[in-house]
């Protein structure tokens, strides 16, 4: 994560904290997608969680910090995710895994709400650019192949990158970031599982 912060983000110990934490982070991807990492300020931040000024710099001591907390809770929430899936893949026909998986970032995308603005104004972020496309196709992979135990590592990294293009084309098409038309989420869905099914079960 980022080394710019002057110290480090306080880890509160007490519930209150934590929950005082939760609606400052919440606040913070509220502004930051409404308006952008750049254009947010900290004082937009803490009179978007109702809270003084000074709160906000005792957590974070800095936009970064914030960029960073909330880039680590979403690294967590879509770990999550994967996990769920890969726990239940195996006993799922292909069909059931293609639409679970298809669903997934839709499902969370209400929880990334300033995913894409803070990786779209951070060039420097290459690197967790990299770490989250690993994350995705890694927990493709492993849901895939615990539902097809043949998979091959390199045939299967192919396969689990095509879901996630899939995936992230119903996120695109769900929430009118892509050209859609009324049909289109039940076209991609029956690709899907098509695809999948010609290449698990060939």
């Not at 839709?106 to 420097?124: C, E, F, G, I």
Request: hydrophobic share 45%; aromatic share 6%.
């Amino acid at each position: 994560m980022s080394s710019r912060h002057s110290r480090r983000t306080l880890e509160p110990q007490r519930e209150n904290g934590r929950q005082r934490v939760a609606e400052l982070m919440q606040a913070a991807a509220d502004v930051i997608q409404e308006r952008g990492f750049e254009a947010a300020t900290m004082a937009e931040i803490a009179a978007r969680a109702d809270a003084k000024i000074g709160s906000l710099y005792r957590f974070f001591p800095n936009k970064d910090a914030i960029a960073d907390a909330l880039m680590q809770n979403y690294s967590e929430i879509l770990e999550a995710e994967y996990q769920g899936v890969i726990a239940r893949a195996a006993a799922l026909p292909v069909d059931e895994l293609a639409d679970t998986l298809i669903d997934l970032l839709v499902k969370t995308h209400p929880k990334l709400r300033a995913y894409a603005a803070l990786l779209d104004s951070r060039t420097d972020w290459t690197d967790i650019r990299l770490r989250f496309r690993e994350q995705a196709v890694g927990g493709v992979l492993a849901a895939l192949q615990a539902n097809a135990p043949h998979l091959g590592q390199a045939e299967g990294r192919d396969i689990a990158t095509m879901v996630l293009n899939n995936m992230k084309t119903m996120v695109g098409i769900t929430f009118g970031d892509a050209p859609t038309t009324g049909n289109a989420p039940a076209e991609l869905r029956l690709m899907n599982r098509l695809y999948l099914n010609n290449r698990l079960r060939p």
